[in-house]
């Protein structure tokens, strides 16, 4: 007789969820695989996000699966789905409109929210959060040239969005309560040289201070800072950090920190289920990055399937490009200035190498010139002299 193939759910349709999919078909033909997402999409690209945004590409250029690649890898893929629940008793994942699903294994890849701080005034019209093409849509439509943009967040996604909306034609005003710009990416003088390439384009900057309050009736008018300074806003962009989506983690009763607590095998607390993505914690890493939810995507998909993969961790890597700026940062960017490091600085160019004691690569930052930034971070993964 022959034995029943497996059913598959997986929770979430982005580079987690879909590269796990895919690997689990090329380690398993017969296995029933059915990936929930609540979005209107297949799977697209988040990063580029931020292209549609300053109106470069439009909604079908950002989609990398379309429905025929599902079709042909016998993948069933239910957009519009939202799970709100699961018993991990019967082994069902449940909906917010009724109904449920069984698996006999299970991948939680749900990814992350936008935090939002405890802001008065953040839930008025016109204020907004990045985190999905649903937000970016309502964003391109409060956009108009000439209009006034606070955005609240001096990192990585604050910094392209509002790039984006000054392309649209808008005045950008940023606003980081840290004394530098992108302090997860950037040591004090390489964010000192950032802000002075962006100034002068036209962003103005208020840092070391937080936002009091978004004023207006019921739609945005005014961004009011602790020092009482008010600045013009016809929108704000609130981009404040994300959260890993834990509520279904919750349910299943898995062990969770910051992020769902997984194993080398990507395998959280309840066998059957695994996690990949933003939504999981490795060894105290909660990554939040393309390449390492790519990763936990293949290998979590191929253990799902039979396979015995181990994860060893991704090295922590950012490139990002503001109005034409190359940026990168990988590793360790030591802001404190506790190991050697080697600059070199020049016009629009600022490039420092971080050393451990044992005199390895540990990290660098690279702003201006990333055309070595492939070299750089497989020599910090190897982690040799």
């Not at 689990?24 to 059915?34: A, F, P, Q």
């Not at 439509?141 to 967040?153: D, K, N, Q």
């Not at 000192?192 to 840092?207: A, C, D, V």
Request: hydrophobic share 40%; aromatic share 6%.
């Amino acid at each position: 007789m022959a034995a029943q193939s497996k059913r598959y759910v997986i929770v979430g349709n982005g580079v987690a969820g879909t590269t796990a999919a895919e690997h689990i078909r090329k380690n398993d033909e017969e296995g029933r695989i059915i990936l929930l997402t609540e979005e209107d999409l297949p799977f697209y690209s988040r990063i580029r996000l931020i292209d549609y945004l300053a109106g470069d590409v439009d909604e079908a250029e950002l989609v990398i699966r379309a429905p025929e690649w599902y079709a042909q890898q016998r993948i069933e893929l239910r957009t519009g789905t939202r799970v709100t629940g699961a018993d991990p008793d019967r082994r069902v994942v449940t909906f917010d409109r009724g109904g449920e699903i069984p698996y006999d294994l299970l991948l939680l890849a749900s990814g992350s929210h936008s935090f939002i701080p405890p802001i008065i005034g953040s839930d008025k019209l016109g204020s907004f959060a990045l985190r999905n093409i649903a937000d970016a849509r309502q964003i391109v439509s409060r956009c108009r040239a000439g209009g006034e943009a606070v955005v609240i967040g001096g990192g990585l996604l604050g910094l392209e969005a509002g790039n984006s909306l000054r392309r649209r034609g808008m005045q950008v005003t940023v606003v980081e309560f840290l004394p530098r710009l992108l302090p997860r990416q950037l040591d004090p003088t390489g964010a000192e040289k950032l802000r002075e390439i962006m100034e002068g384009m036209g962003f103005s900057f208020h840092l070391n201070i937080s936002v009091h309050e978004i004023q207006g009736g019921t739609t945005v008018e005014r961004v009011v800072l602790d020092d009482c300074e008010v600045l013009t806003a016809d929108l704000v962009l609130i981009a404040a950090g994300v959260r890993p989506n834990l509520d279904l983690a919750g349910h299943l009763g898995v062990a969770r920190n910051k992020g769902i607590l997984v194993d080398d095998l990507l395998r959280t607390s309840r066998p059957e289920v695994f996690a990949a993505g933003d939504v999981t914690e490795f060894e105290g890493n909660v990554y939040g990055i393309w390449p390492a939810a790519a990763e936990q995507g293949r290998i979590a998909g191929t253990n799902m399937a039979g396979g015995s993969q181990r994860y060893r961790g991704t090295v922590a890597a950012n490139k990002l490009k503001v109005a034409g700026i190359d940026l990168a940062a990988v590793g360790e960017i030591d802001a404190e200035g506790r190991y050697r490091s080697e600059v070199e600085e020049g016009e629009g160019v600022y490039r420092k190498r971080v050393f451990d004691q044992e005199n390895r690569l540990i990290g660098a930052v690279l702003l201006g010139d990333i055309s070595d930034l492939s070299g750089l971070i497989r020599a910090v993964g190897d982690n040799r002299p």
